[in-house]
């Protein structure tokens, strides 16, 4: 099913100049060469980011006025898996977790059964020039400099923490694997990796010249350790440009009601958690500043019109609601993701659009639009339909699954203090199952902040056990 295009006569002119400092356009850029002009073979970029808050949304401007003003706002979207891992090999292939092998972190890139089986692959088959720029999988060095994922034309990915700074961080002091050469990258201000994926994404698109590409460019931000570009570090002090962020179930009061391991959470202190808050906008600064200046050189290189982008995180975070500072959990602010569709051919944009889409969605929209024939026996479906009609009919609900890890991954322990678990959310109701069986359900009409736990009221066993039923073919138990 293909959407109702408007081909549009001129091009759209898109406001701003960049604000990103060091890295302006060279004189060959400024001249630019038509790109690939076949709207049947539109080209395709996704912005990834990494554990992006919803809210955080708000204070990108670019992306509010050039992707969620243009484009369609998923305002229920979410991970399947609300971890790094699990949730990029779901967005390349279309796939659970449970049926990529790759449940956690760890072992992460070595679980991946199918390497013959994503978007790169298929892409580059249909004569796509393809490109994967930032962080791919998890634990992708212990593959070996000389393993190199099959269907990446161009493949440069964050690879490991400079061991010789004190601080680990993808941010500064990092390894890139350029295409199977390693390359250092040090704490001086261009070498802030924002901008380098930045830089590199513009000459990705540049060397395609005439032939559709699709790319994927993974910004690390806003990840911890929040670092942010020296151009930014005094950015988010004042009541001016940044509101406290501190909705109902912020530091919740009452934690009795939840299970046992978000009991045992250590309370935490408002300032800690606004501190971080703060400090992920900041890193989110450049990201929003590289987004505009890849547009201009899309207009510039006029196929912005024929050009397909996609701006999302791999997960949602917690700052603080639910005392919880991290991903892995099944509240709304762990497994909600920002998911935007921006493609000026489309009817029907701009809009917000409520009906539920998930990043098993990505892999089958983006053949979709690519007219590539959608491989059989995905789990994530084509959003090309609800894109081009609101009214379509939908899934009325979502799995969510989560699998304990071994060992912690983030700074609250997250991964190896959550059990195994699966969800499943509809318009009205949130279930959670864990492993060892306790129970959540909660009321996301009356309760969307997910504060009263109703598992343990026996007027919902009977809904309960519905839900359970309905969950049980999805259950998988490594």
């Known amino acids: 099913m293909r959407p109702s295009i408007r081909i549009s006569l001129t091009l759209i002119l898109l406001a701003g100049i960049s604000g990103l400092l060091g890295l302006s356009l060279s004189s060959c850029q400024a001249n630019a060469k038509p790109g690939n002009q076949d709207p049947n073979r539109p080209n395709i970029i996704i912005f990834m980011t990494d554990d992006q808050p919803m809210h955080t949304m708000n204070y990108m401007p670019v992306v509010q006025r050039e992707l969620i003003d243009k484009g369609v706002n998923f305002t229920r979207a979410y991970a399947t898996t609300p971890l790094c891992c699990p949730s990029r090999a779901s967005i390349i292939t279309g796939l659970f977790a449970q049926n990529t092998g790759v449940l956690t972190n760890r072992p992460g890139a070595p679980a991946f059964t199918k390497d013959e089986e994503t978007i790169a692959v298929w892409f580059q088959q249909a004569g796509y020039r393809t490109g994967w720029l930032g962080k791919y999988f998890n634990n992708i060095d212990v593959m070996g400099i000389e393993y190199r994922p099959p269907g990446w034309d161009d493949y440069q990915i964050l690879w490991d923490r400079d061991k010789s ?224 009609n609101p009214q379509a009919d939908w899934r009325s609900h979502v799995f969510i699954e989560h699998y304990r890890d071994g060992e912690a991954d983030d700074p609250s322990g997250l991964s190896s203090l959550i059990p195994t678990y699966w969800a499943i959310r509809t318009d009205e109701w949130k279930y959670v199952e864990y492993i060892h069986g306790e129970r959540e359900l909660y009321d996301m009409v009356n309760d969307r902040y997910e504060l009263n736990n109703l598992a343990n009221l026996p007027e919902y066993e009977e809904l309960m056990q519905a839900f359970s039923a309905q969950l049980r073919p999805f259950r998988y138990e490594p």
């Open 165 to 388: 700074y004190e601080q680990f961080s993808f941010f500064y002091g990092y390894l890139l694997n350029n295409n199977g050469k390693l390359i250092s990258y040090g704490r001086e201000a261009e070498d802030y990796s924002t901008d380098v994926l930045t830089a590199k994404s513009i000459e990705f698109i540049e060397a395609s010249g005439e032939q559709p590409f699709m790319l994927v460019i993974s910004y690390y931000a806003p990840h911890y350790p929040y670092d942010s570009a020296k151009r930014h570090e005094k950015r988010f002090t004042t009541d001016e440009d940044w509101k406290a962020h501190w909705p109902p179930n912020f530091l919740e009061e009452d934690m009795s009601d939840k299970p046992e391991w978000a009991q045992s959470l250590m309370p935490l202190h408002w300032n800690y958690a606004l501190d971080s808050d703060q400090a992920m906008l900041r890193t989110l600064m450049a990201v929003d500043e590289g987004i505009e200046e890849i547009l201009e050189l899309l207009e510039k290189r006029q196929i912005r019109d024929n050009t397909v982008i996609l701006f999302i995180s791999d997960n949602g975070m917690s700052v603080g609601e639910h005392h919880i500072i991290g991903k892995d959990c099944p509240y709304e602010e762990c497994i909600q993701i920002p998911f935007v569709v921006t493609y000026p051919r489309l009817e029907n944009a701009p809009r917000a659009e409520d009906k539920f889409a998930l990043n098993i969605d990505i892999a089958p929209t983006i053949l979709d639009f690519a007219n590539i024939p959608i491989p059989p026996g995905l789990d994530g479906t084509s959003l090309v339909p609800l894109l081009e």
